[in-house]
């Protein structure tokens, strides 16, 4: 399969602590997306790499949230001191960059859950 | 005012009948139009790219497009039971500096009664 992946799948932390998930873009495919998605809601962009640099940032990113995509092939994005408000799904997209015109491709997705 | 806008739905239609979903946007500038459809639980998946005004065929899925209306529509023809999902429209680019990433509505619950 060489679909976008994601890992963990589900991931139950207590408030407070540090989680980490990880996605693995298509090969090939140079820009890599991270969103958040509640109940009820679309995604919500969170930000973007173009290869290893990370190009945009939401302000839905608090300072809690890193990412990083060394080498510009998968990437992590971290969340400090987790709170019951980051209880989500983050979803991980991959696009060959072709601007306006690119198409971007899901992971599964990570499922937080934060008690 | 959303920058993407859908009916929440749920829309319900009977086997075998035409199911039309609809999205606004508010961003003029907005140059890349996008349906995905989610199953409950799943990811996001592709099912239509539009550009250009007009209609895009591709299977029993048609997309509209109308910017000068700020409009883009889905039309699933012959819907089945396996249709029913939520459907997101998403949008990228514009004037106010959307860049490069997707702009989700909140999508339309779809479904599709035997």
């Known amino acids: 399969d060489t679909g976008v992946s994601q890992d963990p799948r589900h991931k139950i932390t207590k408030r407070g602590q540090n989680v980490t998930f990880r996605c693995d873009p298509i090969s090939e495919h140079n820009r890599l997306y991270w969103y958040r998605q509640t109940l009820g809601q679309g995604p919500e962009f969170l930000t973007y790499f173009q290869n290893e640099a990370q190009l945009e940032k939401s302000r839905l990113l608090s300072d809690r949230f890193s990412a990083e995509r060394p080498k510009g092939s998968f990437s992590t994005l971290e969340i400090q001191r987790t709170e019951q408000g980051d209880s989500a799904m983050y979803l991980c997209a991959s696009s060959l960059g072709q601007w306006a015109k690119e198409t971007q491709y899901f992971g599964p997705g990570t499922r937080l859950l934060v008690l | ?114």
């Open chain 2, 1 to 114: 005012q959303k920058e993407v806008e859908q009916n929440s739905g749920p829309l319900s239609v009977p086997e075998g009948a035409i199911a039309s979903l609809n999205c606004t946007y508010s961003d003029r500038g907005s140059q890349s139009f996008f349906w995905y459809r989610q199953y409950s639980g799943k990811s996001p998946e592709l099912i239509m790219s539009i550009y250009s005004n007009g209609d895009k065929e591709d299977g029993r899925f048609t997309a509209q497009l109308n910017k000068a209306s700020q409009y883009v529509s889905l039309l699933i023809r012959d819907s089945q039971p396996s249709d029913s999902a939520t459907y997101l429209c998403a949008v990228i680019g514009g004037f106010t500096g959307g860049g490069n990433k997707l702009t989700f509505g909140t999508g339309t619950q779809l479904k599709v009664e035997l």
